[in-house]
């Protein structure tokens, strides 16, 4: 009765289940812990088995099933099988998948030329490891490093940002988990880590990017990078360190919160590049441009006299205008800021002092003032483009990827000097590196101005002309009081970012976002202002809220509030979910995936107190735990090499 109740599961059959349940109960009394025991093993066992093989059949690419129209591009990918990590195999399978669609219209050598250049992408290890000549692989796969400002550094165009990787979100000095960091340095997330970063250090990329507000992430790096010192890897002059502490109002607070962070740090011997971390508030850009001997700024002066650190610089998610006022200090020598092809996050829609909005103004006036450039976050925060829309992907591809896309964008449209990026595994350097092999050819250029072209278009056609220049000009910030905290221009972003390209998923990310922001109407606008997050400035659109001194200098003022009312109806909590024809009518579907397995201290946008604190005092085994997670993507892989081999086995059969 037991096994008819486990193939009824697979059945779907929930009353022959109850019935047999309620005879178990009842004829067997006297084993009832046993049989329910021994029901729910079964139960489980035959769910999983059913999953499993849902998972199989949607994870099996269609073009498998076209043998004779796709040989060409089965037989490359199944000649170098054994070169492909599983992890970059999901990856490649995935973005034939989107591009074979008859709807792109691609021809057959497109495609093969297409599946040639990811399989040449998800190869670099192999290629790294086992060429014969070792040198010409290196040099080829080599990041190139350029003159990072007055700084003098050798920096490479990408960095290794370390808000992915770590174990978990919770700072390293509460109680909870102090007596935990043995187990932390010992655990999967350090491991994968120290591969992260000796594969970094192989292709030239070693600048290393870190915070003290990154959970355990400062601790693990500074562990990895000690220990490859220790075993002769790496010499302390080998690589760039950089970390960041949160701006406060007080010495005394700041350089307690710093000497946590030292107290890590001081094995390297010195801090290459100490940043003032999210610096975006009014009053924190006040406490680190005083010059007051008693101030935050002096005491990292004297730090950087002692010896600790070699240079001074800040990051930011603030407005425009915050940000220009602190470059144009000359106080520092190095800014981490949001620029990108989609837009400057929180910057986004408002002033620059210039006459413009957003952040391009400020990252000119940087590099005219000889400062180092970094740009936060292009594949993540600049569109999730790890999950591109299909819109943004048909711009630029096929012959570029959205990521390599918004990396040449940056590199040579902006001139920034790096793009960091959040790696979370070593596959996550694939598209990374191609971009940079890109970014050494000549014929580079041209491709890179067909896609700006092409999106700009899209733009213009979604958006209308007169909205696409003018639209996000002379919007206050939310730190003004005629916004009553409301993020105008935000919003208005990510009305543009779902309208001209699809960017649904990603808009509603930010939003949520601004939905949990506490705003008590019986407090004043300065005291609210004063408990908003810097990182996440601004709260969501309130219909009650009456905005019309705030737009009164919009060319369109009612524009604007109808756009504000329709982003927040489609991106609020608890919109339904739209199905996927839905979707690709509104122009909203996703081209692909290439997240293969949730990151280890899960997503800071949708992982929860109540969920880091269970991990931590469960040991990482509940609350945020994606073991099953990476145990479900060596198994697609394995399905996918299967079914390649046996596509093999048919052919020779044959």
């Known amino acids: 009765e037991i096994k008819d109740a486990g193939i009824s599961i697979i059945n779907g059959k929930a009353s022959f289940i109850n019935a047999h349940t309620i005879s178990i109960k009842s004829q067997f009394p006297c084993a009832v812990e046993y049989c329910y025991n021994e029901f729910y093993k079964a139960a489980s066992i035959t769910s999983l088995f059913r999953k499993n093989v849902e998972e199989k059949k949607t994870e099996e690419p269609s073009f498998l099933t076209d043998k004779e129209n796709n040989k060409e591009i089965i037989e490359i990918i199944q000649a170098n099988m054994d070169k492909i990590p599983d992890e970059s195999l999901i990856k490649l399978t995935r973005q034939i998948e989107f591009w074979q669609s008859p709807e792109h219209n691609l021809s057959s050598d497109d495609l093969i030329s297409l599946t040639k250049r990811l399989v040449h992408a998800a190869t670099w290890r ?131 919160t710093f000497k946590l962070s030292w107290d ?16 975006s508030k009014d009053d924190q850009v006040e406490w680190v441009l005083d010059d007051d001997p008693d101030g935050i700024y002096a005491f990292i002066k004297d730090c950087q006299s002692q010896g600790k650190i070699k240079h001074i610089g800040f990051s930011t998610h603030g407005t425009a205008e915050n940000i220009m006022k602190l470059i144009e200090s000359n106080k520092f020598s190095f800014v981490n800021i949001h ?76 001139g920034m000097h790096t793009v960091s990026v959040g790696f979370a595994r070593v596959s996550d350097l694939d598209e990374v590196l191609e971009a940079v092999s890109l970014y050494k050819r000549k014929e580079t250029d041209a491709l890179l101005q067909q896609a700006e072209s092409n999106l700009e278009k899209l733009a213009v ?44 998923e990603f808009a509603r990310e930010r939003y949520v976002n601004l939905e949990t922001v506490k705003w008590n109407d019986k407090k004043s606008f300065e005291d609210n202002i004063k408990t908003m997050d810097a990182g996440n400035s601004g709260r969501s659109y309130q219909h009650n809220i009456d905005l019309t001194e705030a737009l009164k200098d919009h060319y369109d003022m009612e524009l604007v509030k109808s756009k504000l009312s329709e982003a927040h109806e489609w991106l609020k909590k608890g919109t339904s979910e739209l199905s996927d024809a839905e979707r690709k009518e509104k122009g909203w579907d996703e081209a692909y995936s290439l997240s293969v397995w949730d990151d280890f201290p899960g997503n800071p946008s949708t992982t929860t107190v109540t969920k880091v604190l269970t991990q931590c005092i469960s040991g990482g085994h509940f609350g945020i735990n994606n073991k099953k997670d990476r145990r479900r993507s060596l198994e697609r892989a394995q399905s996918l090499r299967d079914s390649f081999r046996n596509l093999s086995m048919d052919s020779q059969l044959t």
Not at 217 to 239: N, W, Y
Not at 363 to 392: C, H, N, T, W
Not at 483 to 501: M, Q, R
């Open 126 to 256: 192999y290629r790294l490891n086992n060429s014969d000549d070792k040198d010409a692989a290196t040099a080829a796969t080599l990041v190139p490093k350029v003159r990072y400002g007055r700084t003098e550094l050798q920096m490479p165009i990408v960095t290794c940002g370390g808000m992915r990787l770590q174990q978990t979100w919770m700072p390293d000095n509460v109680p909870l988990l102090s007596p935990s960091r043995s187990r932390v340095l010992a655990g999967d997330s350090q491991k994968n880590l120290k591969d992260v970063i000796g594969c970094c250090i192989k292709v030239g990329l070693n600048h290393f990017e870190t915070a003290r507000m990154y959970g355990t992430s400062e601790l693990q790096f500074i562990d990895a990078l000690v220990s490859l010192m220790e075993e002769g890897v790496i010499k302390r002059e080998d690589f760039i360190f950089q970390t960041k502490v949160v701006p406060m109002a007080t010495r005394k607070d700041f350089e307690k």
């Open 264 to 279: 890590t740090v001081k094995k390297l011997g010195y801090v290459d590049l100490f940043a003032f971390h999210v610096v």
């Open 339 to 414: 620029s990108h092809y989609f837009g400057s996050y929180h910057a986004e829609g408002t002033p620059d002092s210039k006459g413009g909005h957003g952040n391009r103004a400020c990252v000119k006036r940087a590099l005219e003032l000889d400062m180092g450039v970094f740009q936060i976050s292009p594949f993540d925060k600049g569109g999730m483009l790890y999950r591109p829309s299909a819109a943004v992907a048909k711009a630029v591809g096929p012959e570029l990827t959205p990521i390599s896309f918004a990396a040449l964008h940056s590199w040579k449209s902006l």
């Open 461 to 504: 056609d979604k958006l209308g002309k007169d909205w696409y220049e003018k639209g996000m000009l002379n919007i206050p910030s939310c730190y003004r009081e005629s916004t009553t905290g409301v993020a105008i221009g935000h919003i208005l972003w990510l009305h543009n970012v779902c309208t001209a390209f699809g960017m649904c």
